[in-house]
């Protein structure tokens, strides 16, 4: 029998940051002194990671919004990513970081083309693997991402049938009906913890080697010829900002400065995955609406949930910003089907991420989806409507709703997207989706949260200010830029 192997993956992820009416990254300064939470955050782990090759040692997923930001915000760290991938260690993740049980059919599917298009277009590949916002998972949504082509993901243990019996330690298969299956690794959840969550424990990785990670390589079946496989899932922002100088430990434990002695292999996920393959893996059962981080599913993300004590608002937010998107949907059909040869609004969305990555410029996007014989009128309603449609999805990144409180800065990102989307079709279709949004954030109303005042606030911040119902004239501004 081979070596057992050891495999450390690193979800890096940030909120959407960018300011939607001007496209530029506003001052935090909350984050000082760095200029915003990004460039510190990247000082103290993406760049220290990539300088110490860590990149190339462990498996990771980088979120698109997040990508976007490091070519241009720091290259080098950047870099690292795209050299890291050489041995094929990346995962894609969906762009917007959405709860997608919790999408629409339509929203998965675009959230999951625009993850696989974004990771293509940066490292020059198409992914086996994806990983799901917070894991959490559903038939659904694993049979969308199994239409385009995607064969692995990481689950925790708990989210398939029989999970805390089965031996963590060789990957699973999810049967998802109609004959097929998606393999579905399952991470070590005690050592995944020991790691996320016990600074102690990741002081010495000699120590913890010995201590915590033997004992799970050990006491393998002696009449099982498939070597053990334990895989560490864990925040990316663990090593260097969560716990400050962690980049070493994760570099001693798997990357260049591990003992040349070491008792596991560090191989890269889809190598690992396919050496498993060589045995029949065990066919299981998915535990629908399930995630890594909420004992009850998918409860964290749309409403009150016991993981904390004040949800109360998040049901009352998802319900506004369903009805926004409905509105913003119906706008866009009835738009679109009046546009000469009446394109299809939802195959163009599909494909603008594009657009969005800065590979295709709009101009010509525009004119290829619509046709060159469409007025300038004609394409600059299409523009407007995929534009739209952008910052309808990126509303719905899970962070907005995972912390106690909506008065943070992720939270007031999702409704600056929210009315950056409602003030363009606004403009466009003379609709009142903005004010509809007002009356439905009212319902906010409480001791804790005033819904209207985090609107306000969340817009004040980059200075475009709350349309005021009483001066229609406000209507739309900013909407075409």
């Known amino acids: 029998m081979t070596r057992p ?6 979800h890096f992820y940030q909120p959407p940051r960018l300011d939607p009416f001007t496209g530029a990254m506003p001052l935090d300064p909350t984050a000082a002194p760095a200029h915003d939470w990004n460039e510190r955050i990247s000082a103290d782990c993406y760049r220290p990671n990539a300088d110490l ?3 190339a040692a462990i498996s990771w997923d980088l979120g698109p919004t997040l990508a976007g930001w490091l ?3 720091d290259p080098i760290a950047y870099r690292g990513f795209v050299d890291g991938d050489a041995g094929r260690n990346g995962m894609a993740q969906p762009f ?9 059919t339509a929203d998965r599917r675009t959230e999951i083309r625009w993850g696989l298009r974004d990771f293509e277009l940066r490292f020059g590949r198409r992914p086996a693997g994806m990983w799901l916002p917070e894991t959490a998972a559903d038939l659904m949504t694993l049979r969308l991402m199994a239409d385009e082509g995607v064969t692995y993901t990481i689950l925790a243990p708990w989210q398939v049938d029989g999970g805390f ?16 299956s998606m393999v579905a690794v399952l991470y070590d959840a005690p050592l995944s913890t020991a790691v996320s969550f016990e600074p102690h424990a990741t002081v010495d990785a000699d120590a913890f080697v010995h201590d915590r990670v033997l004992p799970r390589l050990a006491e393998w079946p002696p009449d099982d010829d498939t070597p053990p496989l334990v895989v560490i899932a864990t925040d990316g922002e663990l090593y260097g900002h969560h716990q400050t100088f962690r980049e070493h430990f994760l570099a001693r434990l798997v990357g260049r400065t591990a003992p040349p002695d070491r008792p596991y292999a560090t191989p890269t996920l889809e190598g690992a995955i396919a050496q498993a393959q060589s045995a029949t893996l065990p066919l299981v059962a998915l535990r629908e609406h399930t995630s890594w981080s909420c004992e009850h599913g998918t409860a964290r993300w749309s409403g009150a949930c016991e993981c904390i004590e004040q949800g109360d608002w998040k049901a009352p937010l998802r319900s506004a910003l369903d009805r926004l998107a409905g509105g913003i949907d119906a706008a866009t059909d009835h738009l679109a089907a009046g546009l000469p040869g009446s394109p299809d609004p939802w195959a163009a969305r599909d494909a603008y991420v594009d657009v969005v990555a800065g590979v295709d410029p709009v101009t010509a996007f525009v ?11 004609d394409r600059r309603t299409w523009r407007i409507l995929l534009e739209a449609q952008r910052w309808r999805l990126a509303m719905y990144a899970s962070c907005a709703w995972f912390w106690e409180r909506p008065d943070r800065i992720e939270t007031a990102g999702a409704l600056r997207a ?8 606004d403009g466009l279709a003379s609709t009142d989706l903005e004010q509809r949004l007002i009356g439905d954030l009212a319902l906010l109303d409480g001791d804790a949260v005033d819904g209207t005042d985090l609107l306000r606030s969340a817009l004040t911040a980059v200075g475009a200010p709350l349309q005021d119902a009483e001066n229609p004239s406000a209507r739309g501004l900013r909407a075409t830029g």
Do not use: F, M, Q
């Open 53 to 55: 090759g860590n990149l």
């Open 165 to 180: 019996l089965l031996d963590t330690r060789r990957p699973v298969r999810i049967d998802l009906g109609d004959g097929r």
């Open 96 to 104: 917007h970081h959405p709860i997608l049980p919790l999408s629409t």
């Open 5 to 10: 192997s050891l495999i450390v993956h690193g």
């Open 71 to 73: 070519e241009h915000g």
């Open 418 to 425: 929210a009315v950056r989307a409602a003030r363009l079709v």
């Open 367 to 377: 004119e290829r989806t619509l046709g060159s014989a469409a007025g300038a009128d």
